[in-house]
Protein backbone atom coordinates (compact mmCIF):
# COMPACT_ATOMS: atom_id res chain seq x y z
CA UNK A 1 0.00 0.00 0.00
CA UNK A 2 0.77 3.89 -0.28
CA UNK A 3 -0.11 7.12 0.61
CA UNK A 4 -1.41 10.21 -1.64
CA UNK A 5 -2.21 13.72 -1.57
CA UNK A 6 -4.49 15.61 -3.39
CA UNK A 7 -3.91 19.09 -4.48
CA UNK A 8 -7.32 20.62 -6.58
CA UNK A 9 -9.54 18.36 -5.58
CA UNK A 10 -12.48 20.48 -5.41
CA UNK A 11 -11.62 21.47 -9.05
CA UNK A 12 -13.23 19.02 -12.07
CA UNK A 13 -10.57 17.02 -12.55
CA UNK A 14 -9.58 16.59 -8.92
CA UNK A 15 -12.37 16.04 -7.64
CA UNK A 16 -12.51 13.16 -10.38
CA UNK A 17 -8.76 11.79 -9.12
CA UNK A 18 -10.29 12.16 -5.44
CA UNK A 19 -13.21 9.64 -6.29
CA UNK A 20 -10.96 7.23 -8.08
CA UNK A 21 -8.47 7.02 -5.20
CA UNK A 22 -11.14 6.24 -2.96
CA UNK A 23 -12.68 3.90 -5.06
CA UNK A 24 -10.26 1.68 -5.61
CA UNK A 25 -11.50 -1.62 -5.62
CA UNK A 26 -8.60 -3.24 -3.01
CA UNK A 27 -7.18 -1.01 -0.24
CA UNK A 28 -3.70 0.06 -2.73
CA UNK A 29 -4.05 3.33 -0.68
CA UNK A 30 -3.63 3.21 2.79
CA UNK A 31 -3.92 6.87 3.36
CA UNK A 32 -5.80 9.59 1.30
CA UNK A 33 -4.95 13.41 1.79
CA UNK A 34 -6.47 16.24 0.55
CA UNK A 35 -5.58 20.38 0.76
CA UNK A 36 -8.46 23.10 -0.44
CA UNK A 37 -9.59 26.23 0.90
CA UNK A 38 -12.92 24.62 0.64
CA UNK A 39 -14.30 20.91 2.03
CA UNK A 40 -14.08 18.64 -1.43
CA UNK A 41 -17.29 18.06 -3.06
CA UNK A 42 -19.07 14.95 -1.46
CA UNK A 43 -21.78 14.14 -3.97
CA UNK A 44 -21.17 9.78 -3.99
CA UNK A 45 -20.64 7.76 -0.77
CA UNK A 46 -16.89 7.24 -1.70
CA UNK A 47 -16.15 11.00 -1.27
CA UNK A 48 -17.91 11.11 2.58
CA UNK A 49 -15.72 12.66 5.11
CA UNK A 50 -15.94 9.90 6.84
CA UNK A 51 -14.17 7.56 4.47
CA UNK A 52 -11.90 5.53 6.35
CA UNK A 53 -8.80 6.24 4.52
CA UNK A 54 -9.86 10.22 3.80
CA UNK A 55 -8.31 12.89 5.79
CA UNK A 56 -9.37 16.47 4.83
CA UNK A 57 -7.04 19.52 5.37
CA UNK A 58 -9.11 23.16 5.01
CA UNK A 59 -7.82 26.34 5.05
CA UNK A 60 -8.57 29.65 2.98
CA UNK A 61 -4.79 30.87 3.57
CA UNK A 62 -2.80 28.94 1.24
CA UNK A 63 0.40 30.40 2.97
CA UNK A 64 -0.66 26.89 5.50
CA UNK A 65 -0.53 24.51 3.27
CA UNK A 66 3.50 23.12 2.73
CA UNK A 67 3.24 22.42 6.51
CA UNK A 68 0.39 19.64 5.77
CA UNK A 69 3.29 18.69 3.20
CA UNK A 70 5.99 18.36 5.83
CA UNK A 71 4.22 16.43 8.86
CA UNK A 72 5.60 12.84 9.23
CA UNK A 73 4.48 10.29 6.80
CA UNK A 74 4.77 12.77 3.45
CA UNK A 75 2.80 11.12 0.65
CA UNK A 76 4.38 8.62 -1.46
CA UNK A 77 2.21 10.62 -4.51
CA UNK A 78 1.15 13.80 -4.80
CA UNK A 79 -1.47 14.55 -7.61
CA UNK A 80 -2.13 18.06 -8.47
CA UNK A 81 -4.81 19.55 -10.36
CA UNK A 82 -4.01 23.02 -8.49
CA UNK A 83 -5.28 25.89 -10.97
CA UNK A 84 -7.78 28.46 -11.14
CA UNK A 85 -8.57 31.40 -14.13
CA UNK A 86 -7.86 34.57 -14.78
CA UNK A 87 -11.39 35.58 -13.82
CA UNK A 88 -11.50 33.88 -10.78
CA UNK A 89 -8.35 35.01 -9.35
CA UNK A 90 -8.92 38.54 -10.02
CA UNK A 91 -5.70 39.28 -12.58
CA UNK A 92 -3.39 36.58 -14.33
CA UNK A 93 -0.02 37.67 -12.03
CA UNK A 94 -2.67 36.56 -9.33
CA UNK A 95 -3.52 33.20 -11.33
CA UNK A 96 0.10 33.24 -11.41
CA UNK A 97 0.77 32.93 -8.37
CA UNK A 98 -1.55 30.35 -7.23
CA UNK A 99 -1.05 27.74 -10.39
CA UNK A 100 2.86 28.17 -10.86
CA UNK A 101 4.04 29.44 -7.73
CA UNK A 102 2.30 27.39 -5.12
CA UNK A 103 2.09 24.45 -7.22
CA UNK A 104 6.00 24.62 -7.29
CA UNK A 105 6.45 25.88 -3.72
CA UNK A 106 3.98 22.63 -2.17
CA UNK A 107 6.20 20.15 -4.57
CA UNK A 108 9.33 21.52 -3.54
CA UNK A 109 8.22 21.09 0.27
CA UNK A 110 6.94 17.62 -1.00
CA UNK A 111 10.35 16.29 -2.57
CA UNK A 112 12.34 17.60 0.47
CA UNK A 113 9.38 15.68 2.62
CA UNK A 114 10.11 12.27 0.92
CA UNK A 115 7.28 12.32 -1.72
CA UNK A 116 8.60 10.13 -4.62
CA UNK A 117 6.44 10.12 -7.11
CA UNK A 118 4.76 13.54 -8.46
CA UNK A 119 1.67 13.84 -10.88
CA UNK A 120 0.84 16.91 -12.76
CA UNK A 121 -2.20 17.80 -14.67
CA UNK A 122 -1.10 20.05 -17.06
CA UNK A 123 -2.28 21.08 -20.66
CA UNK A 124 -1.84 20.49 -24.17
CA UNK A 125 -1.77 23.91 -24.99
CA UNK A 126 1.70 24.42 -22.56
CA UNK A 127 4.87 26.13 -24.81
CA UNK A 128 7.81 28.19 -23.20
CA UNK A 129 7.95 30.18 -26.61
CA UNK A 130 3.96 31.18 -27.03
CA UNK A 131 2.59 34.74 -27.04
CA UNK A 132 0.06 33.86 -24.76
CA UNK A 133 0.53 33.96 -20.80
CA UNK A 134 -1.34 30.93 -19.88
CA UNK A 135 0.63 28.35 -22.49
CA UNK A 136 3.54 30.23 -21.12
CA UNK A 137 2.69 29.32 -17.51
CA UNK A 138 1.81 26.18 -18.36
CA UNK A 139 5.33 25.10 -19.73
CA UNK A 140 7.01 27.33 -17.33
CA UNK A 141 5.04 25.02 -14.16
CA UNK A 142 6.45 21.48 -15.67
CA UNK A 143 9.85 23.23 -16.19
CA UNK A 144 10.14 23.76 -12.93
CA UNK A 145 8.63 20.88 -11.21
CA UNK A 146 11.12 18.72 -13.51
CA UNK A 147 13.86 20.61 -12.09
CA UNK A 148 12.88 18.96 -8.71
CA UNK A 149 13.95 15.90 -10.17
CA UNK A 150 11.32 13.71 -8.64
CA UNK A 151 12.02 10.14 -8.70
CA UNK A 152 8.72 9.64 -10.96
CA UNK A 153 6.95 12.35 -12.67
CA UNK A 154 4.41 12.00 -14.54
CA UNK A 155 2.90 15.10 -16.55
CA UNK A 156 -0.81 14.65 -18.15
CA UNK A 157 -1.52 16.86 -21.09
CA UNK A 158 -5.11 16.65 -21.77
CA UNK A 159 -6.93 19.40 -24.36
CA UNK A 160 -9.78 20.99 -23.16
CA UNK A 161 -11.29 18.99 -20.08
CA UNK A 162 -14.54 18.48 -20.65
CA UNK A 163 -17.34 18.13 -17.81
CA UNK A 164 -19.48 20.38 -15.22
CA UNK A 165 -17.46 22.91 -13.98
CA UNK A 166 -19.05 25.47 -10.88
CA UNK A 167 -17.55 28.03 -12.13
CA UNK A 168 -18.95 29.42 -15.86
CA UNK A 169 -16.76 29.43 -18.55
CA UNK A 170 -18.74 30.57 -21.50
CA UNK A 171 -15.91 30.08 -24.37
CA UNK A 172 -15.19 26.62 -23.32
CA UNK A 173 -19.07 25.79 -22.56
CA UNK A 174 -19.20 26.80 -26.21
CA UNK A 175 -16.15 24.47 -27.76
CA UNK A 176 -17.50 21.63 -25.24
CA UNK A 177 -21.25 21.98 -27.32
CA UNK A 178 -19.71 21.74 -30.67
CA UNK A 179 -17.17 18.76 -29.28
CA UNK A 180 -19.98 16.61 -28.04
CA UNK A 181 -21.86 17.49 -31.60
CA UNK A 182 -19.17 16.16 -33.43
CA UNK A 183 -19.16 13.32 -31.00
CA UNK A 184 -22.04 12.12 -31.31
CA UNK A 185 -22.41 11.86 -34.92
CA UNK A 186 -18.81 10.45 -35.79
CA UNK A 187 -18.60 7.70 -32.66
CA UNK A 188 -16.35 9.88 -30.79
CA UNK A 189 -13.82 10.20 -32.49
CA UNK A 190 -13.85 13.71 -33.31
CA UNK A 191 -14.88 14.57 -29.69
CA UNK A 192 -11.99 13.29 -28.70
CA UNK A 193 -9.58 15.09 -30.70
CA UNK A 194 -11.11 18.21 -28.79
CA UNK A 195 -11.69 17.75 -25.74
CA UNK A 196 -10.78 14.75 -22.71
CA UNK A 197 -13.90 14.01 -19.92
CA UNK A 198 -12.51 15.43 -16.23
CA UNK A 199 -13.54 11.36 -15.20
CA UNK A 200 -11.30 9.52 -17.76
CA UNK A 201 -8.23 11.98 -16.86
CA UNK A 202 -8.54 11.28 -13.23
CA UNK A 203 -8.84 8.00 -13.89
CA UNK A 204 -5.48 8.42 -16.28
CA UNK A 205 -3.33 10.26 -13.67
CA UNK A 206 -4.61 7.61 -10.55
CA UNK A 207 -3.42 4.70 -12.57
CA UNK A 208 -0.54 5.96 -14.02
CA UNK A 209 1.14 7.71 -10.70
CA UNK A 210 0.43 4.23 -9.09
CA UNK A 211 2.12 2.63 -11.76
CA UNK A 212 5.14 5.03 -11.26
CA UNK A 213 5.00 4.26 -8.18
CA UNK A 214 5.36 0.56 -8.44
CA UNK A 215 8.29 1.30 -10.71
CA UNK A 216 6.14 0.12 -13.86
CA UNK A 217 6.96 3.11 -15.67
CA UNK A 218 9.89 3.41 -18.23
CA UNK A 219 12.11 6.38 -16.76
CA UNK A 220 11.71 9.21 -14.76
CA UNK A 221 9.74 11.26 -16.22
CA UNK A 222 6.22 9.97 -18.30
CA UNK A 223 4.27 12.48 -20.44
CA UNK A 224 0.86 11.28 -21.09
CA UNK A 225 -0.66 13.24 -24.42
CA UNK A 226 -4.46 13.03 -25.45
CA UNK A 227 -4.16 10.03 -26.98
CA UNK A 228 -2.25 8.10 -24.21
CA UNK A 229 -5.22 9.75 -21.66
CA UNK A 230 -7.49 7.97 -23.32
CA UNK A 231 -6.37 4.73 -23.49
CA UNK A 232 -5.09 4.71 -20.28
CA UNK A 233 -8.51 6.05 -18.69
CA UNK A 234 -10.80 4.02 -20.34
CA UNK A 235 -8.38 0.90 -20.02
CA UNK A 236 -9.27 -2.24 -18.32
CA UNK A 237 -7.78 -2.92 -15.54
CA UNK A 238 -5.14 -4.84 -14.78
CA UNK A 239 -4.42 -7.45 -11.93
CA UNK A 240 -2.49 -5.25 -9.47
CA UNK A 241 -5.46 -2.49 -9.84
CA UNK A 242 -8.62 -4.97 -9.13
Do not use: C
Not at 77 to 93: C, P, V
Not at 133 to 156: G, N, Q
Not at 161 to 181: H, K, L, M, Q
Request: proline letters at 6%; aromatic letters at 6%.
Amino acid sequence: MTTATVLGSTGMTGSHILSTLLSLPTPQISNITTISRRAPNQTTPSQSSNHPTLTTHISPDTTTYPAFLTTPGAPKILFSALATTRAAAGSFAAQYTLEHDLNITLARTARQSGTTTYVLISSANGNLNSYFPYSRMKAEIERDILALDFPHTVILRPGLIGGRREESRPAEAVIRWIADGLGAVSGGVLKDFWTQDADVIGRAAVRAGLRAQRGELPGKVTVLGQRDILDLGRGELTEEER
